[in-house]
Each structure stands twice: as C-alpha cells, then as structure tokens.
C-alpha cells in the first residue's frame, strides 16, 4: 500500500524559508514522478513543481528562482525548499507521486498535505 507523508510545513515570516518533506513508502518501481501542490482555502489543488524521471525539475511561475525542488538518493524522499516566502505562498501543500501501472498509465498518489502559513 503506498503511502506518502508530508513534512515541514508551519508558520514562517514573510521573506523566510521553510522546507517541505514527502517520504513515500509501500512501492518497489525505479519509475517514479514527483509532484508537489497547493491548495488554498476554497480553491482548487494547483500544480507547484515536478520532477520527471530524469531528474528535471519544473516549476509554476510564481514559485520560480524562489523554490526547489529535489529528491534525496534513492528516491523515496523530495523535499521543496521554499525560500523569500511570500503571504500568497499561504497553503496547503501536497505531495504527489505517480507510479507506472501495467497498461503503460500513470497511477497517482497523494499525501495528506501539510500547511504553510506565510503572516508577520
């Protein structure tokens, strides 16, 4: 059974950092996609950063030169720092991850979410 737990979230002045952590487990595939979202009160889950299977990351144009997104060695681990936050960073943020299935489809995955609070 796959699970992810998400990491690291927390209250944090505007111009800080905070670092997020989403640690799967339950999944054997070397093909893994990782993802990270937000959602903020009332609105619908919006993509934040990817990173493919060769290790390319990208990232939505709000969070670009500010956030980075990265995997420890072995996979199992991403990590989104998050540095110069800003109020509008407020949400919740999810982690997701994306494992092959046997028809060549992707399976998606998701965290419970942490939250992030950017407030002086």
């Known amino acids: 059974q796959v699970q992810l737990v998400e990491s690291g979230g927390g209250l944090a002045q505007p111009g800080g950092s905070l670092k997020l952590s989403c640690t799967g487990s339950g999944f054997t595939s070397s093909r893994r996609v990782w993802h990270w979202f937000r959602q903020y009160e009332g609105k619908q889950r919006e993509w934040v950063s990817s990173?493919?299977?060769?290790?390319?990351?990208t990232y939505v144009d709000s969070v670009k030169g500010r956030f980075t997104m990265s995997k420890e060695r072995g996979d199992d681990t991403v990590h989104l720092q998050m540095n110069n936050l800003k109020r509008e960073d407020t949400a919740m943020y999810f982690c997701k991850l994306e494992l092959p299935s046997g028809d060549s489809s992707w399976i998606p995955y998701w965290g419970r979410g942490t939250q992030v609070t950017v407030s002086s």
């Open positions: 990173i493919n299977l060769v290790g390319k990351s």
